[in-house]
């Protein structure tokens, strides 16, 4: 099995799903892990050295921190209902306490923070939603925790795929502190698919071929990307939805396109500029 694929391992006691520290993925900034909760259940963490966005992938939750608390967040029971999700905002140095309501599953999306912000409720009708790319590269983003939303470091994104489309695509990278040009970026993909017996393919690949692996994709699994081109594809029949977490030194998403794939990029702005006219 690849490195890169950190299979969802349940436990049952915890809900625990998977997890990632930068320890384990031999890397600095991101940690990410998916705890599902039962009806009632109760989980605490400290957020210690990291701001932390607690998504709620499905289900209706209540979540208090050291100086805020919501009742009965949550509007989706499958994250293909394709509602952008309700997210709680934690700083460094503070407490989440969450109470399901409901079977839930949420995502930890954690990076280094400093305190520079106060803990808040980002509502569906915060997130950012956009169609990107052309044709079978066409897919749906809910912008979470965008560079132009208050954070530390945390960049946070959800990405739904079309069967037969590819997105990530064309190929791209972010690996290089080459500012204004490419930033560098660690990045997480929390996958799922519908029907969830499926599978996608994500290749992960540097210009050098260093690192060059093509991953079979199943329901929950997480990829790691420290480096290289990363793009994903969801098989006909297959719909594919991933949640992308990513932080590095400077909070900046700037990314270099693979310049053999460069010309699909510049087809499409042709095409816009055609249909602009």
């Known amino acids: 099995m ?6 969802s391992q349940l436990n049952e006691e915890t809900g625990l799903s998977v997890q990632v520290t930068p ?5 600095k900034y991101v940690g990410f892990e998916v705890i599902k909760l039962r009806a009632a259940q109760k989980l605490e963490q400290l957020t210690e050295s990291n701001e932390v966005a607690v998504v709620v992938l499905s289900g209706i939750v209540s979540v208090k921190t050291n100086d805020a608390a919501w009742s009965s967040i949550g509007k989706r029971m499958s994250v293909f209902e394709k509602i952008p999700p309700y997210t709680v905002y934690v700083p460094a140095q503070d407490h989440i306490e969450v109470i399901a309501e409901t079977e839930a599953e949420l995502a930890f999306c954690k990076a280094p923070g400093r305190g520079s912000y106060e803990a808040r409720l980002i509502t569906p009708e915060d ?10 590269t066409e897919r749906l983003i809910h912008n979470i925790l965008p ?23 064309p190929p791209h990278r972010h690996d290089e502190l080459d500012l204004p040009n490419q930033s560098l970026l660690e990045e997480t993909y929390y996958h799922k698919l519908l029907p969830e017996h499926g599978f996608a393919i994500q290749r992960v690949y540097t210009d050098d071929r260093s690192l060059d692996e093509t991953i079979v994709v199943q329901n929950n699994d997480v990829v790691l990307v420290p480096k290289g081109y990363h793009p994903v594809g969801a098989p006909p029949g297959y719909e594919s939805y991933y949640l992308n977490v990513m932080a590095g030194p400077v ?24 249909e602009d006219q």
């Open 127 to 136: 997130v950012g939603v956009e169609l990107r790319g052309q044709g079978n």
């Open 23 to 27: 320890e384990s993925a031999g890397w």
């Open 251 to 274: 909070r900046t998403w700037k990314f270099y396109n693979d310049k053999d794939h460069e010309w699909i990029f510049e087809s499409w702005q042709a095409t816009k500029q055609k």
């Open 147 to 169: 560079e132009s939303k208050e954070a530390d470091s945390l960049l946070v994104v959800e990405v739904f795929t079309p069967d037969g489309h590819w997105s990530s695509y």
């Open 2 to 7: 690849s490195k890169l694929r950190v299979p």
